[in-house]
């Protein structure tokens, strides 16, 4: 089973809760023709600047806006990978299209995002089954599994006595209640919103940024425990942060798993469907270096200079920034946008196969023959508590495979450093590694790439604190 599908059966316990709404799917909603001012030759060029999941959605909306109110737009995509997708990538083990993909990133989504699920079905594309219904879990402290969990109507008794019966049910309420603002931004009346803090305050979620998700949780009487142990360990998988650190608004969005899915192949289709769908021109294996604001003051267009090949030389009216703006080595000339730093968890991620069908228990402490979980999430209650750190975020059972006459078990390993095979044999058990990939994405420097085995680190989240204030989505005119 998917972690996200282990997670929602342990919230299952006690509650019956359905996280659902009655609100509208995702509205045929453009961008305001309005605000797109055509340059002389009557025509609107924009430049997006990221072929991932902003701007290649991005790219589609623009189009929407051009069919619907008879604009005449020319789009140009930049993208400095040589894919669609960003994130959303996919490897082969081994190399071996047979053995089927595995996603690299952004490797879930849940039906509470609309978009995406709308896209699945005007694309043509086909869901998979990612749950196969095994429970095997368990959460470790760094020093011990301070719980497990295999589906058995004992763990579900263990989980009661440990958690209270009524910590599930409360936490399902939270997180029920954050969807059903968050799903109000699909709404067509609240769609346009000028700024963060108007998102914020048309759909109720201003709060949930300004408070940490342990203040959040505890705060609505959920058991202190379990908000250390279960609810961290979530975050700690999905944005590699605890309840003490980040914000409620992630930390309920962390707890949001139920029907979780991925389209079969990879997500990246559904991106790469949007781009297409645009009929935008893309430019891949091009990294933008500058950004020059150009023209009169009240009506500014923009210039751009690559570092890897020729970009056009007429100015575009509109830029959309679909990228970190720290991460991506762009500098900017006569304009006097200012972009706050962001920081980012720098997550390292491997993928290993091995012949072993799971950890080894003396790894955690367990007797010889015993069988650990599968899937282990981690908590830092140990730590605060005065013991040791988890060395490790989590650990993801994926699926088998048989390769080369023999059964390989596929895992997913997150971790704020680099893992070595001797570490990773440790986990496993000496002799039992098959293929190894580790991902990196450094700042300006992208890659994802299978032969760069020694490369894992992963520019993967920004760290996200609670927050009252954000910076303009518009940080200049036309940008």
């Known amino acids: 089973m998917h972690v996200s599908g282990l997670l929602t059966w342990l919230l299952s316990v006690g509650s019956a809760v359905a996280l659902d709404s009655q609100l509208v799917l995702a509205p045929n909603d453009v961008p305001n023709p309005k605000t797109m001012t055509p340059n002389s030759s009557n025509t609107i060029r924009v430049a997006i600047i990221g072929a991932g999941a902003g701007g290649s959605s991005a790219a589609f909306w623009i189009k929407k806006a051009q069919e619907r109110h008879g604009l005449n737009i020319t789009v140009d995509i930049f993208e400095k990978l040589s894919h669609i997708g960003g994130r959303a990538a996919i490897v082969h083990p081994y190399n071996d299209h047979s053995l089927g993909p595995q996603e690299l990133g952004a490797d879930v989504f ?10 699945v079905k005007e694309f043509n594309l086909t869901l998979a089954n990612i749950n196969d219904g095994e429970v095997d879990m368990g959460i470790w402290n760094g020093e011990k599994f301070v719980i497990t969990f295999n589906g058995s109507l004992l763990d579900k008794v263990k989980s009661v006595l440990r958690y209270g019966y009524f910590a599930q049910v409360k936490t399902t309420a939270i997180v029920k209640r954050m969807v059903e603002h968050l799903l109000l931004a699909y709404i067509p009346a609240l769609s346009h919103w000028p700024s963060m803090p108007t998102l914020g305050a048309r759909t109720g979620l201003s709060g949930y940024t300004g408070e940490t998700a342990y203040s959040l949780y505890k705060s609505q009487g959920v058991n202190v425990r379990f908000i250390r142990e279960v609810i961290e360990s979530a975050t700690r998988m999905t944005y590699a942060q605890d309840t003490t650190y980040l914000h409620s608004l992630v930390g309920a969005v962390s707890m ?8 079969e192949g990879g997500n990246y289709q559904i991106f790469e469907a949007f781009v297409k769908y645009s009929g935008a021109t ?128 596929l895992y997913s390993l997150f971790s704020l450093d680099r893992k070595s095979d001797e570490w990773l044999e440790s986990l496993f058990g000496k002799g039992t590694l098959g293929w190894v990939y580790r991902k990196e994405v450094r700042s300006v420097s992208l890659c994802i790439d299978a032969s760069l085995n020694d490369l894992s680190q992963w ?13 303009p989505i518009k940080a200049d005119d036309g940008l």
């Open 110 to 119: 849940v039906p509470d995002n609309k978009n995406l699920f709308r896209a």
């Open 256 to 263: 949001d798993t139920g029907e979780a899915t991925q389209v």
């Open 282 to 409: 893309l430019h891949l294996n091009t990294s933008i270096a500058g950004l020059r604001r150009v023209g009169s003051k009240g009506r500014p267009r923009w210039l751009l200079s690559s570092t890897t090949k020729n970009v056009s030389y007429t100015p575009y009216d509109h830029i959309v920034l679909a990228t970190p703006f720290h991460l991506s080595g762009i500098s900017l000339a006569d304009s006097l946008a200012n972009f706050p730093v962001i920081d980012y968890i720098h997550l390292h991620v491997t993928y290993v196969s091995t012949t072993s069908p799971r950890p080894a228990p003396e790894r955690f402490g367990l007797k010889p023959g015993s069988n650990p979980p599968k899937t282990i999430l981690t908590t830092a209650e140990g730590l605060r508590n005065g013991g040791v750190a988890p060395d490790f975020q989590s650990i993801s059972y994926i699926r088998s495979f048989e390769y080369d006459g023999r059964t390989e078990y």
């Open 459 to 471: 520019d993967a989240y920004p760290r996200l604190p609670p927050r009252k204030e954000f910076p």
